[in-house]
Each structure stands twice: as C-alpha cells, then as structure tokens.
C-alpha cells in the first residue's frame, strides 16, 4: 500500500513540475460574441495569441525570434482563414457565414500581444437555437482552450463558456443570463484557471510540504498526528485565501492596478522563496508567508479575470463567483495532497526526496520563469 502512495505522489509532483515548465499560462483564445437585437446578426471579436499563431504558422519569417507588425501584417489572409476554419457558428441547422469587418490589429494582454480579428456573422434566423463549434488549435494543443462571453439578443450581461477538446461544440443560450447563471459560469472559470495557475499551485504546494512534519533539534520528523497536520494546511489556505481575495476585488474593481511585468515577476519570486524555505528548515508561520505573497498572487488571478471580462450589470456577482471557483479548487487540490503527504510522512523517500529535492526543483523552476518574465523572454 505504501508503495502505491509513493508511486501516486511522486507522479502528482511530477506532473504538477512537467506542466510547470511554461513561465506563462497556457494556450487560450478570448472570443466575444455579440448577437444583435432585431435580427440575425452577430458581432465577433476574437483575440487570438501571437506565439500560438507563429507556433502554427512560422509568422516569424526572419527567425530573430521577435514578431514585429509588418510579419505579422504579410500573414492576415492565413490567420483569417485559419480562424474560418477553426470556428463555425450555426443556427437551426444551417450555417451563419461570417466574414471580416475590419482589418486585422493587435492588442496586449496580460500574457502578451494577440492578434484580433472582429467580424460578422449572418444567421438566417436564430428561431431554431444557435450553437458554436470551436476547434482552433487542438490539433496541436489538446490543453488549448476557448474563453468565451456570450451576449444573447437584448442582454448587457455576458455568459462565459468555456470552449475545449471535450466541449467543442456547445449551444448558446437565446435568452439573457440569470444571477445564478452568472455566478455558475465565473465559478466554472474560478477551478478552471486555479488548475491552470502552476505558479499558483506550486507556491502553495511548496508551503504545504512540511505541513505534515515537525522541527525538532534541526531534523524534519513526521507529525504524531493528522489533526496537527490538517491545523497547519487551514492556516496557509486561509491565510492566502483572505489576501488573494483582498487583492483580486481591488484589482478587478479598479482601485489598485499594477503593471502585469512586475506581478508575474513577483510571483515567480514568491515560489523561489517558500521553496527555499523548506531547505533552510523554516517550519513556523508559513500562514504569514502565504498572506503577504497572497496579496501579490491576487493580482495575478485578476489579469485573468480581467481577460475573461466582467459583465458591468453583474461584477459582485462573477467577482464571488470567480473567488468562490479559485477555493473550489484550491481545496481540490489539498484533499488529494494532504492524505498522501500524511501517510509517507515517516519515510525517508517523502523528507528528503519529495520535501527536499521537490523543494529544489520548485526553485530552479520559479527562478527560470523570474528571469524570462523579468527580461520578457
């Protein structure tokens, strides 16, 4: 049984580290859809990545790994019709063909520049319901996914709906969203991008380690018991519970914003520092250590929020609905952790492999992703 633990938790560590290796969040589109009121028509803005773009279609013609505007420009017809193909709106059963209505520009997100395409749809009628079917990238990133706000026919609120390789094809709903709905949909998004957050995941991991061992005489021992265990997990979740919280609703309500360079940059700087923690045998207060980097790690959470987009009629809504998701899946996370980490506690295997050489490579790693988001690589 115990072998099986070990097998179990050093495959979590290794998927959690392997999916790590990118500095930045993974692949996502941002797709708004418009529909119009007193007719068939439905405006499309779709911000599509750069670097997935070039991934795909070598925009990079000179190989200096830099895309500047004119390359990206000489490519419009192949990003256009690379999106004709990857996304097909139909109503009723018969198609809705779409074509540009301005021409290609760019804009920065939080994770870099996207391309954006706007365009429009024509639908007969959308009397018979109306469905999406997204497709872009798959092919080459099953993990790619499509964030998309829905905005049905004489509503100001956006539904959000996730688009992936298991739910590529989803009907859009005629009828504006409720205040159920809305909170539903942004707590979707909330697990969704906690999952998805490895800096995230791993500088709290990183804090969670020594939960289930005791400092005594400069040695790591195993913790008598499980409540004891569980009574340090609380306070680090809660402690960043409560400072992310703080720093999303400020950010996401526009009281305090901070450039994303810099954020991103600290929150690399934050994994480093729990992860070195762990060696330097630092056992007490880690619940501090998680409020004031929480605070930081806020910001970040809003920048994706920010990219998804708040629907203004209903922002206290999708902010606790956002929040309450982020928990959901924090929480997740810990009950898969937790009783693993308790029942290997005693072994050398879990103090020195997992909670030291983990905590090594957790460091190597944060310190990567500080310098390609410090110096922009």
């Not at 773009?53 to 013609?61: A, E, K, P, S, T």
Request: aromatic content about 10%; some cysteine.
């Amino acid at each position: 049984m115990r072998g099986r633990l070990k097998f179990w938790l050093f495959s979590l560590m290794a998927l959690l580290l392997s999916a790590s290796a990118w500095a930045h969040k993974p692949s996502d589109s941002y797709l708004t859809l418009r529909a119009a009121q007193d007719n068939g028509d439905i405006a499309v803005r779709w911000d599509i990545a750069l670097r997935d773009l070039d991934y795909v279609l070598q925009l990079d013609r000179d190989g200096n790994g830099e895309l500047s505007w004119g390359e990206v420009r000489q490519r419009e017809a192949d990003i256009v019709g690379l999106a004709n193909s990857r996304l097909a709106l139909s109503a009723g059963g018969a198609a809705c063909p779409w074509a540009a209505t301005q021409p290609l520009m760019l804009d920065k997100h939080s994770d870099g520049t996207y391309a954006v395409l706007q365009m429009n749809a024509r639908c007969a009628s959308l009397a018979g319901g109306l469905k999406a079917r997204y497709s872009l990238f798959f092919d080459v990133d099953p993990t790619h996914r499509g964030l998309v706000q829905w905005v049905a026919p004489g509503s100001a609120t956006g539904q959000a709906l996730i688009f992936g390789t298991e739910s590529a094809e989803q009907s859009l709903a005629l009828l504006p969203a409720g205040a159920w709905q809305t909170l539903a949909q942004y707590l979707v998004d909330g697990v969704w991008h906690i999952w998805i957050g490895y800096d995230h995941i791993l500088f709290l991991l990183a804090l969670l380690l020594p939960a289930v061992l005791v400092r005594r005489e400069s040695r790591w021992e195993p913790a008598p018991q499980l409540g004891g265990a569980v009574k340090e997990v609380l306070k680090v979740v809660t402690a960043f519970t409560l400072a992310h919280s703080i720093t999303l609703s400020l950010a996401a309500l526009e009281v305090i914003t901070l450039p994303s360079r810099w954020v991103e940059s600290a929150i690399a700087a934050s994994v480093i520092v729990a992860a070195l923690s762990n060696l330097r045998g630092g056992e007490s207060r880690r619940w501090v250590m998680a409020f004031v980097f929480g605070l930081i790690h806020g910001f970040g959470f809003a920048s994706v929020l920010a990219d998804l987009g708040l629907p203004k009629d209903a922002l206290v809504l999708a902010l606790v609905g956002f929040n309450v998701g982020v928990e959901i899946g924090q929480l997740a996370i810990v009950a898969v952790f937790l009783p693993l980490a308790f029942s290997l506690r005693s072994t050398r295997f879990y103090r020195v492999g997992v909670l030291k050489g983990g905590s090594v490579l957790v460091a190597m790693l944060a310190a990567w992703w500080l310098v390609q988001r410090l110096f922009e690589l």
